[in-house]
């Protein structure tokens, strides 16, 4: 074997390399091949990682559930009945649902009229528990808060801007302090939200939204009939039985079949989360493939170059068999052709896609909706190796053939001379 | 590595002194359509030492001969035993063995290696044959001062002449110390004068021991062989041996 490895080694050394232009094709060929399928895969990961973020942005182990109408006949009671629950409710649910870490109510002003200085809007306004903030990844900018457990208390009148609906109102002012109105009555500005990836909404982004106390809110529209009701399950495991447990609960307290789905049917977002995650591979799986064939492509131009190679040294080849060259000794120098071309241009394309992917990531992506998913390519260690891989099959596949060729050389055949 | 033919330790590397015993040879081309029956049936035995030259028309079936003796082609029938070894039956690395070991060529055409060096030629044996880095750029030096191109070892073949080029070939053809010596038709694209220092290099080697089978045209060197095996359409028509 050793001595084997010593021979192929000395022969690929000897043997003069192809002609430099067909030589820098090849590797070309097979360096665009790379290119295309690293930034492919970059660029199918990088969407991943945002759409995950985004997906998280709503909130993680979340469930939310919209009032419905009974469609089944239930202990004598007909169909069609509303299940509307009401703020009070929320208490009796957290006490039931012990498979989940927290369980508020919504109740949604779907356009108020929310006026600073001379600036007035039209805006969405929801009353929530105090939970919220944590549950629904209502985070604060620097200076600003979420509403607490005491503002909720004392019905304090205390609201939390979406930024984008805070830059509508406040323009470049700083909103957090500041006395606005909602509907003509005097709230104080206590946080405005930090800028977030948000895929799902289920009322319109968190950005153009606002958030006051649920006690505020009821206190000043005069209304109990929760419009949502949110619960976040203690980890994603915990979420089937969550939502078991929160059909049960509210199944007895408004007396409908538990099994009833037009009632209970809500957004899971940990199954939905597994459904993205399932579109994604599909996406990825389907990226590979195009940046594969293209790569192979390049390995086909390798595998070509070589057979050319073969045929011009067809009478060497003989000449080697008759002095006593193995099969193995002939084949080896020209596999390892193959893979030097191959893995040369692997390693040119590599680098050319991680400088692109660096410069594209440079790109300023901020506010942008489109770009903010896709500028992001990400080189990931599993597109790193699978590339690698591809590359070292391309190569040996590129070579293999052309010296299989090179091995069946008839040494008396082509030795012959008239 | 296992090398299937050893070499006998009875002095002449056979059993009877027979380093070629070809009985029955016969050798078909099957191009498809057509078939040539290039060998018909050759009987031909050559001892250790003999000087042979195979003389004949041309198509008559020479080079055809020389390959099966060297092992770069396989018969369609009969039985041939080189150094007392069955060539039968191996496959097509044990015969790169044998001829690694057994044969050295010598082609009309030279057919050294172009980007090779005239050392790295005569190397290129001694590498498939295992010798060491060393050892074979040492008897690779040795052999081309003994066909007296010392000063040429670092030339490609473009930079030699056709009988320079010749005896770069026969210095290959020796580095691995072969039982056999084939050529065929040697001389056939040199000058005259190329052409007899070659024929004078062969001779000398006959003269060193060896067994030397050359097809020739050239009546010079027939007559300096022992031995003249004459073949037409496949067949030894007669093999005389030179009166001592
Ligand atoms: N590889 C081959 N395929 C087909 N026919 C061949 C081949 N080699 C030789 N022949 C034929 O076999 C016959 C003998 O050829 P060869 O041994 O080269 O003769 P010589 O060397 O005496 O001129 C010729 O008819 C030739 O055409
Ligand atoms: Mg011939």
Redesign the interface.
Known sequence: MGRDLAVIATLFLKASSLQRKRAMLTVAAIAWGTVAIVMLLAFGEGLRHQLMKGQRGMGENIAVWWPGETSKVWEGLPEGRPVRPILDDIGYLRGRITAASGVIGELTSWSSSLSWGTTTITGRVTGANWEYGEMRHHFAQAGGRFFNANDEREKRRVIFLGDELAKDTFGEADPVGETMFVDRIPYLVIGVLEHKMQMGTYKGPDANGSVIPITTFSAQFGTQRLNNIVFKARTAEDMPLARQQFNEALAAKYRFDPTDEQVTGLWDTVEFGKVMAKIMIGLQAFLGIIGGLTLLVGGIGVANIMYAVVKEKTREIGVQMAVGAHRGWITGPFVLQGMTYTLLGGAFGLLIAVILIMLVRLVPVEGNQALEFLGKPTLSVEIAVATAALLGFIGIIAGYFPARRAASVDPAETLRYE | ?NWPLKKKTNGDGTSNGHIIEMLGITKVYNTGKIKVEALKGIELVVDKGEFVAVVGPSGSGK?TLL?LI?C??TPTGGSYMIGGEAVAGLD??AL??V???RVG?V???F??????TAL?NVE??M????VGRRERRRRAVEHLERVRLGDRVEHRPTELSGGQMQRVAIA?ALA?EPDIVLA?EPTGNLDTGSGSDVMSLLSELWGQGRTLVVVTHDQTLAKRAGRIVEIRDGLVVTDRRAVA
């Open positions: 590595m080079s390959n060297g770069l082609d097509r690395d790169a063995d001829r690694n070991r060529f082609f009309q055409n057919n050294l290696l172009p980007q090779l790295e290129l044996p590498l498939f044959g295992g290959r691995m065929d």
